[in-house]
């Protein structure tokens, strides 16, 4: 079993920065692909980005590719979301989510195990 817990949302101008943390518990964080997600008002669950077990391989949608970056600290047992350039359209509730034994599809929410219970991120215009 793994829990997480994400933290550092907020409120942020349209063109300013936030960075994600989800602290995950137990001892087997590094055997665990890890991946964020994001839900706006109205509208399904979308994948944002991943990070395999051992951080060598990320994965990005495109709408948030090269402004943002996810990495992870394995001693930590965390994984972070930094979120540059925001827009207002990435206004949204972000969840991270932990997969284990995935090779592939990692933008696949079936893929992930366990999820934790999402920080807002709202960005003005």
């Known amino acids: 079993q793994v829990q997480l817990v994400e933290s550092g949302g907020g409120l942020v101008q349209a063109g300013g920065?936030?960075?994600?943390?989800?602290?995950a518990s137990g001892r087997t964080f590094s055997s665990?692909?890890?991946g964020w997600f994001r839900q706006a008002p109205g509208k399904e669950r979308e994948f944002v980005a991943a990070i395999s077990w051992s951080g060598g391989y990320t994965y990005y949608a495109n709408s948030v590719k090269g402004r943002f970056t996810i990495s992870r600290d394995n001693a930590k047992n965390t994984v972070y979301l930094q979120?540059?350039?925001?827009?207002?359209e990435d206004t949204a509730v972000y969840y991270c989510a932990a997969a284990r034994g995935i090779y592939s599809d990692y933008a696949g929410q079936y893929q992930y195990d366990f999820w934790g219970q999402g920080t807002q991120v709202t960005v003005s215009s």
């Open 83 to 88: 979120m540059n350039s925001l827009k207002p």
């Open 32 to 34: 665990y692909a890890m």
């Open 17 to 23: 920065s936030l960075r994600l943390s989800c602290a």
